[in-house]
């Protein structure tokens, strides 16, 4: 069982900036496609952004320009840089780990708010 730990979310201006991590308990990470999702009141849990184990990157179009995922493989962790804030990305942010089988694994969340 791999443990994902969020981290980083909180409240925030619009415009302003956040930055999550995700920390993995396990090296399967490293061969593994992180992905961030987010979900809002309402609404359906949606793919924000996603990395490789290469390190190719994806993102959602209403996030382009604005987010940046990374990862580092040699501290099993993954980053969501949020930068121009909007309102309409509040949410609960979810970690999760795509192995190639299909079988995937779930952080707990984590809020963030922004404010107009």
């Known amino acids: 069982q791999v443990q994902?730990?969020?981290?980083g979310g909180g409240l925030v201006q619009a415009g302003g900036s956040l930055r999550l991590s995700c920390a993995a308990s396990d090296s399967i990470f490293r061969i593994s496609t992180m992905v961030w999702y987010r979900?809002?009141?309402?609404?359906?849990?949606?793919l924000?952004?996603?990395?490789?184990?290469?390190?190719?990157?994806n993102y959602n179009d209403s996030v382009k320009g604005r987010f940046t995922i990374s990862r580092?493989?040699?501290k099993n962790t993954v980053d969501l840089q949020m930068?121009?804030?909007?309102?309409?990305?509040?949410?609960?942010?979810?970690c999760n780990l795509r192995r190639a089988s299909g079988l995937g694994y779930w952080g707990q969340g984590t809020q963030v708010t922004v404010s107009s």
């Open 4 to 7: 994902l730990v969020e981290s």
């Open 39 to 46: 979900q809002a009141p309402g609404k359906q849990r949606e």
């Open 48 to 57: 924000v952004a996603a990395i490789t184990s290469g390190g190719s990157t």
């Open 72 to 74: 580092d493989n040699a």
């Open 83 to 94: 930068n121009s804030l909007k309102p309409e990305d509040t949410a609960v942010y979810y």
